[in-house]
């Protein structure tokens, strides 16, 4: 158990629609990163947050976004939803409050399918 | 930019046997270096790691050195079993607070057969 938590583990909605998927990172950590996996893009970085802030972002859509909040929590909004969007969209957690760190540790997903 | 590139599977061993898994990366600075490994149906976990050149990863019998003069990473270990069958996942990122996010390849599907 990694400790970074999301939900819904399961999610399925129709085209055009809007979902928010939910992660709450490891106890102390500052940072939060999505990422979408999908079969033929692979692993790939959407955006990053620390401490509140954005920090830097990959390949996400304008369609796309995502917020942290005081609490350190983080929500992903998806809208207008395709086919294309479906996909494992994971959420990871690093940097402890006054340290450095090397690695992210990575949650369980959310599996996103768009019918 | 940076990019990961490592061999693509399935690869399919016996038990017991030596497994390598090769990983190549092009990078525009100084990264750290990981293999993340995924069980089915699971997220990712952190396997092992690796911050500079010449340093040497290591956990549960799996190895990989940061070789920076052949910009390479690659994953071995001398005798794996049936509970290795997963898919692994070389990547790199930037130390640091508020590092940007990791840089994966395509993962290969690793199996062992008893």
Known sequence: ?115 | GDSVTQMEGPVTLSEEAFLTINCTYTATGYPSLFWYVQYPGEGLQLLLKATKADDKGSNKGFEATYRKETTSFHLEKGSVQVSDSAVYFCALGYSGGGADGLTFGKGTHLIIQP
């Open chain 1, 1 to 115: 158990d990694s400790g970074v938590t999301q939900t819904p583990k399961h999610l399925i909605t129709a085209t055009g629609q809007r979902v928010t998927l939910r992660c709450s990172p490891r106890s102390g950590d500052l940072s939060v990163y999505w990422y979408q996996q999908s079969l033929d893009q692979g692993l790939q970085f959407l955006i990053q947050y620390y401490n509140g802030e954005e920090r830097a972002k990959g390949n996400i859509l304008e369609r796309f976004s995502a917020q942290q909040f005081p609490d350190l929590h983080s929500e992903l909004n998806l809208s207008s939803l395709e086919l294309g969007d479906s996909a494992l969209y994971f959420c990871a957690s690093s940097t402890p409050r006054g340290g450095v760190s090397h690695e992210q540790y990575f949650g369980p997903g959310t599996r996103l399918t768009v019918t």
